[in-house]
């Protein structure tokens, strides 16, 4: 990856940022115990959290191995919502893949931007690369992670290495719900809504979920 000039010279993941030039590799594991939610409230467990719905799918065709596919991940968002029977205002918080690259974080934030980034009530936007790295097989349930303990604290987390919003993923968010805050945030939902957020991450091969 490093001769490839994928990785991040200072070796951190500057998602979203001016000066994101590539990723920085991290290393990490995780793990969770899934239930249907009757069982786990008859069992009396810890719930943490509700996965309303979900969507992979394959990137497809495009300009190379490094090059996400904008439209395909606009389907790809469309798709989880229609599986968890949300509309896109329902949703306060996106715990995004943002690797932090020149490339990538643009065609991200302008799918989000074209999906949810029309209402009302704000939307933040994250990832927790930028603090611990990108750790490849384990990243999304780094991400599954942050998303729960955002919904936990009905808060959104900082971009810990934003200190200058990329110029494309400005100008394609430009009038969109989208903030990428750079300090603890309160999440904003409606009365009676339950708070809820999604979370995006993809595979080097082409795999992409939300």
């Known amino acids: 990856c490093a001769v490839a000039g994928m990785t991040s010279a200072d070796g951190k993941c500057h998602s979203f ?8 590799r991290g290393e990490g594991a995780g793990a969770v115990v899934l239930k249907r939610v009757q069982i786990a409230v008859a069992d009396e467990d810890s719930v943490y959290a509700l ?22 991940q606009e389907q790809l968002l469309r798709t989880a919502l229609q599986d968890a029977g949300l509309q896109p205002s329902d949703v306060s918080f996106i715990e995004a893949h943002g690797t932090g690259t020149k490339l990538g974080d643009p065609v991200e934030t302008a799918a989000l931007a074209a999906v949810y980034g029309q209402s009302e ?22 991400g599954l992670f942050s998303a729960v303990l955002a919904l936990q604290h009905q808060t959104a987390p900082p971009n810990a290495q934003l200190r200058q919003l990329n110029q494309q993923v400005a100008s394609s968010t430009a009038d969109s719900r989208l903030v990428f805050s750079t300090h603890t945030t309160p999440l904003v939902r409606s009365k009676d809504q339950a708070m809820v957020a999604g979370l995006s991450s993809f595979g080097y091969s082409g795999t992409i979920a939300h």
């Not at 979900?54 to 395909?72: E, I, M």
């Not at 009530?121 to 780094?142: C, D, F, R, T, W």
């Open 51 to 72: 996965v309303c719905g979900s969507a992979v799918a394959q990137d497809g065709k495009s300009a190379s191995l490094t090059a996400p596919n904008g439209l395909a």
């Open 17 to 24: 940022d001016e000066d994101a030039k590539g990723y920085g």
């Open 121 to 142: 009530q704000p939307l933040y936007v994250s990832s927790v690369k930028a603090n611990i790295g990108h750790l490849e097989a384990a990243a999304g349930m780094a």
